[in-house]
Each structure stands twice: as C-alpha cells, then as structure tokens.
C-alpha cells in the first residue's frame, strides 16, 4: 500500500530540487527555503500521524531542520539581500552550531536505552571509532584552522566547532544503525546524515584551500539531510526507532572488528606516517588521542567481562527453571517456576510484577482471546480490566505468549505470560522471558497431555470399577419407580434375578418402603444425595440391610434419571449395635455399666421429683475382695463378680436397673417405690451375698455391704450415688455384710474417715505408731511363754486408737505393708532386749502380718534381715497369719512359710474359725500353731454347742500336731474349760492387759515360772 504522505513529500522535494538549480537567484533562495520549510512540516506531520512511542526525539529532529532552515534563510538573506562579502563567522553560525547538539540528542534517544548487555557495549564501540575519526579530524582539518595566522580568534573556533559537530552526528548516526540496523526509517536517516557530513567535509576543505563559500551541486548534500529526515519521519517505521528493538543484537562482525582495530591503532599509524616524513608534527594530539582510546579499549575489555559473567548468571537461570518447569506436575507448579525466575531474572530492589493467564483471555492486542507471536511491551490500559488490575501500579506491561507451533489438533495459544515493571527493566528481560516462555509452553502441553491420559485411564477405571463394585449402583426411570439399569453386583443384594423393569420400592421390606419412597422423592440434584438405611428382601427371602444414597440426576443428559447407590451395611450394623450395647453394658458381667447407669439414674430423678414418688440407689461393695483377687488371681475374681452380678438380678425387680460400677462395686436403681420395698430389695441382696459362692470346688466369701440413698435427699443423680457412697463406707464401718441407709451423721463419719486415710501417710514418718504386749501363758502352770506385739496409733488429734479403727484403712491405702514391716522390726528389736535365763526359745514374740504384707516382694528376705540386726533367735519370732492368706493354691506363699519355718520361725493361723476355708489347708500348710478367736472363747461357759466346737477343734490341732492358744479369755471358768479340752496357751485380761515393752521385759523376769492372778 502507497504511503501517500511520503509520496506527495518526495514529489515536492523533486520539484524543489529542479527548482533549485534551474532557477536564478534569489528565486532559488525562495525555493531552498520552502524545502527547508516542508521538511520541518513533513516531520511533524508524520509525528503526529504515526504516533511513536516517544515522541520526543522527533520533535528534537524537527527542531534541527528548523535551524537548519533558521541558518540557511538568513545566509541567503546577507548575502543576497545586504550583500555582505564576508560572511565567516556570522549570526548564521549560530544557528548552524545549535543544530548539530540538538540533531545528536534526537538521534540519541531514537536509539532507545541501551539496556540489553551487548548493547551496553555500543557507547564504547563509537567512543573508539569517534576517537579516531577526532585524531584525524585534529591533525587534518583542525589543526591547519588553528595554526593558520590568517584566521580571527572567532574562525578558529568556528573551524573547530563545525568538524566536532560532524563527528558527533557520525557517532550517533553510527549508534543508530547498529541497534535498528538499516529498516527504512534508519536508511532515510543515514542518507540525511550522510549528505550534511559530506557536504560539510567538502566544505571544510574549501575553507582549507581559501575561505570562500561554495555552492553548486555540493548543496544537494543538505538538501538529502532535509529529504532524508523528513521522509524517515513520514515512514511508518519510525515508530520502532524511539522502541528499544526486539531482536537479539548481532555479533561483532568482521567488518566492526576491523574497523575498531583501526581506530585504536590509527595513533600509531599516524606516529609511524610523521616519523617516516622527518618529522612528528603532532606529537601530544597524538599522545593524547592514544591514552584515551586505550582507556576505552580497556573500559570495553572490563565490560565484556561482566556481560560475560551477567550471561553465565542468566543462563544458569535459565537452566534451572527448564529443569523445574520439566520438573512441574500441574499449572501451580509452571506457575510458580516462571514467577521465581523472573524474581531472579530481575535485578535486586527492581520492583515488578508477574501473572501467568492461560485461560486465553485478551492481552490487549491481536484477535480476541489471544495474543500475537512475539512479545511486545504495551500500556497497561490496553489489557483486559482483571489483567490490568494484576499488574498495578505499573503502567507497563510485557506481554508474551505462550505459543506450541507444533501442536496437533489444538489452538497453539496456550495462555500468556505478563510482567509489570518500569519499561526499560522490561526491554531488559524480553528475550529471558521469550525463552521461558517457549519452555512453559512445552510443560503445559505435556501436563495437558498426561492429564488427558490420567482422565482416560480414570474413565476406564471408573467404567471397572462400577462394574466390579461391591456397591449396587441403579438407574431408575424418570418417574422413580422401575430399574433401568443394575450393576453386576445387584445379585448380591437383591438375590438372583433380572431386575430391569421391576419397581424398586417392591424389592425393599413393608416397613422400609415409606421411607425408601420418600427418599427418593426428595432426592437433591448434584453429586451428594440423602442416605438413608433400607432393608431389602432378597429373591431367597433373606433380609439385607442397606446403606441407600438417592440422587436426581434427570437434568443430566448422560443419565436422565434417579441413580440410587446401595451399600449392604448388614455387618456394619450388627456390629454397630454391638459396639453400642458395650459401650452401656460391662463387658464382664453384662450388666448396665457407669455410664448407662449413670444416665439411667439421671432420668429416673428427673422423674422422681417430677411425679413425687421417690427413686433410689443401692451402692454395693463387695468386701475383702481385693484379697480374693490377691490370693487365687484376677480370673478367679472375674469369676466371683459374674456369680455375684448373677445373685444381684435374681434378686432385684423386674424394671430394676442392676450395674457394674467398676471393679467390685455394683449399683442397682429403683423408681416406683415404697422405702419398705427399696429396704426389701436391699435385704434379699445382702442375704443373697451372705452365701459363699462355690468356685472349682471351694467357698469363696462374697459378702458384701451396701448403702441405700433417696432421691428425696438429693437434687440431683450424683449426689444421690455419692450418698449412697458414703452410706456404703458407713456400713463397713460398723462390721461389714450389712446395708444402711444414708444419714447425715454418714458424711461425718466419711469425712473422718478421709482425714484418717490422709493422717495415715504420714504418721509412720512422724514416729505415731507404737507397741503394746499382751502375755501368752501356758494355762497347765501359768507360764508366760510369750507375748502378742499389739499396734497402737498415738493420733495428733484423737490420741490412742486402737488397731480395728485404722487398720481397715491402712489395707485400702496399702499403707500396712510399711507400717506392717516397722511393727516387725520393733517387736523383734524389744523381744531381744527382754531377759530369757537359760530357756533359748522363751519368751517369744508374736507379730501379726497382713495377707498384703507377706505377699509383698521381698518379705521373707525382710524377716531374715530384722533376725539378724537384732540377734534374736528365730524360734522366739511367731508370725501370726490369717485365714485370707490360705484362700487359694498358692504355691509361692506355701514356700515361703515353709522356708520361713526351716529358719525357725513359727507360724499361727490367728482368727482361727472366723472363716470359711482354713480346714481344707490346715494339712497341707507348714503351721504351729492355732489360735482360737474370741467369738469362741466369750460364750464358751454359757454353751454347750460351742463348748462341743471349741472341744473338736482343740483335738483336730491336738491330732495335727498343733499348739493351741486361746484368745479374749477373761474368766476363770473360761480358763478351766479350755484347760480341761485340752488347750495348751491362752491370752486375755485374765492374765493381763497389753504393756510396754519395758514394762514386758519385767513381766517376763516375773512370771517365768508362776501362775498369774486374774485381773
């Protein structure tokens, strides 16, 4: 297409130029100024026409040529019009001189920044060549001006000033044409610049010869500079001259090289030229002239190296974002790779910012949704407004493409790259982020394509997957009644069958098909559907339960119907039900456990003071336990709680809640009725615990006590359990085996007993405890064969207590294994101080130990250590056991009693009777002695029953070869009973009353050898 402006331009310079020298003077004055004229105009018309980025350059263009034009109207107006002969120097020079730095300026910032590294360089190239060119300039067309005698002051700097201003425009015109290389604008301007040079060297040379002014054909040098300029500025490609230029600068070609060599070595080529004449003229010009191109020569070498180091940098880059990009699995992932290396890419403290859009939108430019190939620098008002808001507040923005040549079958624009930052650091990073850009490219080919792949593989995944479920996946017609489709595994929910057509409500069981029709007219478009459970009646009559999930998808046109997947949850629901009844059921005995008990009793209260009639807890215990679980062990104990749980719902009503607390208590909850029917409950509990329990054999005890507490006491169901509690404590308090009603004295006692329990860690260490003896006598001559060592706690507060009231305690806190091991040690120590005469066995100590304390490790070893400390013999050491410590087949306490005994030690079952098992191991346990409980001994004179029991018994020891010692004797007629049955030893306040250890030691020393008085 013409470009009809340069075209009536260049018709209009023709004919001015025939004008010029076909016509006389001063026509052709008129002529030579109407060119200068059209020129100005011609630029700044195309200025505004094409519309450069920068305008600015141009305007300094047009404003050369109009003092160009300036110069040239008023020379013509000297000498033609005034007639003025000498015209060097004159006002023209002035506008002449002003020209060159203004035309320099404009072409300087035509070329644009010089951002890109290698063309860093280009400053320094022309500064060498302009180096050169001003030695020659100097030596050849300076110098003679300078020297010349004939020239004013004003003509000698007039001569200097014009051959500067040349080498000027040549270095600039150069600089120009290396950056944009020759495009038409560039062309035109080189051949303006071109003729001013020549016609101004051309002139020079005249002025050289004789100083008089030329014309004729030299003068179509400025007028090519008016045509040139005006017609660069006309063509369309002057809008890339003030843009830095997209392509990648060119290497230092042969030519350049060439030519940099011979301005640096143009010095001494001039050196060697003057020396070959005879004589060196120009000595200190060309010394001169020589360092600075040195100087540049060096600066440029420097430069080469950092280019060359800023390459390896951007290179490595670049080499790491391809390994990361290659690296990338999904669009965050290339997004994130590009942002990091523009960040690196950017020098530090350079403010920008990066967005990756592939969604194709418009980049401001090229067809809508796209961008054209190639990037380009644009204003950001030109993008899209949601780009353009990503890029703010930078005004502009590199805009480049994410374009795939090469790829089948799709739309090569993958999507966009766009950075904001100012535009010179923009230029800078152009051809980087091109590069990265092809990169990018690939990896979003490549993740589209394994995309596709994955959702292909998924496609047929999911079409096995369906077909292989274990789910029953349906389609149901539109209407939401008959099967249009059933996967393969249906027959495993529905039975063997066909059931396309079938409706399926009819397939589900009468009490799930409401439901089942209600779900599924309810069902919710989109991907999650309600749930619900059915029960399917399979075609074999089995019932299925199922897990249904109902979804509308009639709007989809793949399905155009309801989907309703089935999951048979039969198993999870059983086992469902089954984790619910253990988490409100004990999983030993299967009663309610706390925490349904303890809802269960919630309710009932609520109830109770809402209907007035009172409900009410009984808190069981079962007592000494612990030492059923200690002696046969935890299976047997386990045993024991399900035959008491047993007892205690044979007894309890019908609507009664019966529950297992925790370890050996258990609970019961009664509502609807009287306090006579709650104590009646409570009193066939009790009796029905009184009864042993047979295990593999053998009665076991599991007695127990009870508290009994009213929701008329109490607002709330845990305080009527802990009232309960405390009710409970309080029966053992008073002996065990019984229940009791809660009462407020109970919380004293409980209260106390909880002091007690706290007192009891650390009376040992404070020294509280103390020991009492009570004398064992030979009942045939009254002999004192020994002493019973009796604890006693000396409280802060209570003073003396006897051992019934802290003992139980002690057991519970497992306090008594120390307290039980210091009264072993203490007895021993004041049983060897005691005077013995020549009897080695006599007077012996007793020592009561608990079930717990010889049970504890390290017992028998403790035994032996206190013998030896003390010194006293083993055979004046009795340990009094009780009937607990036999309960079972433990082979370890049986060694060790009878190790005990090989020492010397004698062992007494203590409490003998009380229980309810010792005769069974009477002959198997290593024994001494057996001592007769007071119960036996009080009502020995005043029954013949227990004279005929306390009789059997002493001859039962007698024929095992067992002492006998009876306790609590306290009459005479009791002692002469026991005297005449048989029974060897006795103790009691008949004889005397526990003493001190001192007070023991005179005893002995006493009556040794007589008969005690009663007392």
């Known amino acids: ?17 025939i004008g010029f020298f076909a016509l006389p003077s001063p026509a052709d004055d008129l002529v030579w100024a109407g060119i200068g004229l059209c020129s100005a105009a011609a630029v700044a018309y195309g200025v505004k026409s094409n519309r450069p980025a920068r305008a600015g350059p141009w305007w300094l263009l047009c404003t050369a040529i109009v003092l160009l034009f300036l110069g040239d109207t008023l020379y013509d107006f000297l000498v033609d019009t005034r007639g003025v002969a000498l015209l060097f120097p004159s006002a023209a020079d002035v506008f002449y001189l002003a020209m060159y730095p203004v035309l320099a300026a404009g072409l300087l910032r035509m070329a644009g920044p010089a951002t890109h590294t290698r063309r860093r360089l280009l400053p320094l190239d022309m500064m060498i060549l302009v180096t050169g060119l001003g030695l020659l300039t100097w030596i050849f067309l300076i110098t003679p001006h300078l020297i010349d005698p004939t020239l004013s002051p004003a003509q000698r700097l007039l001569s200097v000033a014009y051959p500067v201003g040349d080498v000027l425009i040549l270095a600039t015109i150069g600089r120009l044409i290396v950056i944009h290389r020759f495009s038409p604008a560039v062309t035109l301007m080189t051949v303006g610049a071109t003729g001013l040079l020549v016609t101004d060297l051309v002139y020079a040379m005249s002025q050289l010869r004789g100083h008089g002014p030329v014309g004729g054909p030299i003068d179509i040098g400025w007028l ?31 030519a350049r090289q060439a030519s940099l060599l011979a301005a640096s070595l143009l010095p001494s080529a001039l050196l060697l030229l003057e020396a070959a004449r005879g004589r060196v003229w120009h000595t200190p010009a060309i010394a001169v002239f020589a360092s600075v191109t040195a100087v540049l020569v060096a600066i440029r070498l420097f430069s080469m190296l950092a280019d060359h180091r800023r390459f390896l940098t951007r290179a490595e880059i670049l080499r790491t974002t391809s390994t990361r990009l290659v690296a990338a699995h999904d669009v965050q992932g290339v997004r994130d790779c590009l942002a990091a290396a523009v960040d690196q890419l950017a020098p530090a403290r350079k403010p920008h910012a990066f967005h990756l859009d592939i969604t194709g939108h418009d980049a401001g430019h090229g067809s809508p949704g796209r961008v054209e190939c190639g990037s380009r620098v644009v204003d950001a008002g030109e993008l899209p407004a949601a780009q353009a808001a990503r890029m703010r507040p930078f005004r502009h923005v590199l805009v480049c493409p994410l374009v795939l040549d090469a790829r089948p079958g799709g739309d090569p624009h993958l999507g966009v790259i766009l950075v904001g930052a100012d535009r010179d650091l923009l230029y800078t990073l152009q051809s980087a982020v091109e590069t990265i850009a092809a990169q990018a490219a690939l990896a979003l080919e490549r993740i589209s394509l394994t995309r596709l792949l994955v959702q292909r593989d998924s496609e047929e995944y999911f079409r096995a997957l369906v077909q292989n479920a274990a789910d029953v996946i349906l389609i149901l017609e539109p209407d939401g009644l008959r099967i249009r489709y059933a996967s393969p595994s249906a027959a495993g929910v529905f039975g063997p069958g066909d059931l396309l057509g079938a409706e ?83 999983s030993l005995t299967g009663l309610a456990n706390r925490v349904a008990f303890q809802r269960r009793l919630a309710d009932a209260t609520v109830r109770a003071h809402g209907t007035g009639v009172p409900a009410a807890v009984i808190f069981i215990d079962l007592d000494d336990f612990k030492l059923v679980n200690d002696t046969f062990g935890h299976d047997y104990g386990d045993r024991l709680l399900r035959l008491v749980a047993e007892r205690i719902v044979e007894v309890v009503r019908r609507g009664d809640t019966a529950a297992r607390l925790g370890g050996d208590e258990f609970a019961v909850s009664i509502e609807d009725a009287t306090e006579e029917t709650v104590y009646a409950v409570a009193d066939r509990i009790m009796a029905a615990l009184a009864t042993p329990f047979v295990l593999d054999g053998s009665a076991v005890s599991g007695r127990g006590s009870a508290g009994v507490s009213f929701s008329t006491a109490s607002s709330t169901a845990a305080e009527l359990l802990r009232q309960a509690d405390v009710a409970l404590y309080a029966a053992k308090a008073e002996g065990k085996g019984r229940w009791l009603r809660y009462r407020q004295e109970h919380e004293v006692r409980a209260a106390e007993r909880m002091r007690l329990r706290a007192a009891l860690e650390t009376a040992l260490p404070h020294g509280e405890f103390f020991l009492e003896f009570q004398p064992i006598v030979a009942l045939a001559d009254g002999r004192t064969v020994g002493f019973e060592a009796l604890l006693r706690w000396n409280h802060p507060t209570r003073g003396r207590l006897m051992p019934g009231e802290f003992i139980e305690i002690a057991e519970e806190s497992q306090a008594i294994v120390a307290i039980g091991n210091w009264a072993l040690s203490a007895a021993v120590t004041a049983a060897a101080a005691w005077p013995h005469g020549d009897a080695r066995c006599t007077p012996y100590v007793s020592v009561n130990v608990s079930a717990r304390q010889f049970r504890a490790g390290g017992f028998t070893e403790h035994v032996r250590q206190v013998l030896a400390e003390s010194g006293l013999p083993a055979c004046r050491l009795m340990l009094e056991i009780t009937e607990t410590l036999l309960l079972g087949d433990d082979e370890q306490v049986w060694q060790d009693l009878a190790e005990l005994r090989q020492t010397g030690v004698r062992v007494a079952i203590d409490d003998f009777g009380t229980g309810y098992s010792a005769l069974n191991y009477l002959r198997h346990i290593p024994l001494d002695v057996l001592k007769l409980d007071r119960v036996f001994t009080s009502s020995l004179t005043t029954s013949q029953r227990q004279a005929d029991l306390v009789d059997g018994i002493i001859t039962l020891a007698q024929k095992m070869r067992l002492d006998t010692v009876a306790e609590g004797v306290e009459l005479p007629g009791e002692h002469d009973l026991l005297r005449r049955l048989g029974c060897g030893y006795g103790q009691g306040y008949l004889f005397a009353r526990p003493m001190s250890a001192e007070a023991a030691g005179r005893w002995a020393t006493t009556h040794a050898g007589r008969s005690p008085s009663p007392r």
């Not at 008016?226 to 600068?249: D, N």
Request: net charge negative; aromatic share 6%.
């Open 504 to 586: 399926l409500v009819e397939l589900v069981a009468e009490e799930s098909q409401q439901a089942a029709r209600e779900q599924i007219k309810t069902a919710p478009p989109g991907a999650d559907g309600d749930r619900g459970d059915w029960v399917i009646v399979r075609t074999d009559g089995l019932r299925v339960q199922v897990e249904a999930i109902c979804r509308d998808l009639r709007a989809e046109p793949a399905v155009v119907g309801f989907v309703v997947t089935l999951r048979d949850v039969t198993t999870q629901r059983d086992m469902e039900r089954e984790l619910a009844y253990h988490a409100y059921h004990d």
């Open 224 to 254: 090519l500079f008016y045509g040139g300029c005006a017609a660069a500025a006309l063509h369309p490609s002057m809008t890339a001259l003030t843009l830095p230029p997209t392509t990648a600068p060119r290497e230092l070609s042969p």
């Open 1 to 17: 297409m013409v470009n009809r402006p340069l075209a009536v331009y260049g018709m209009l310079w023709l004919v001015g130029l």
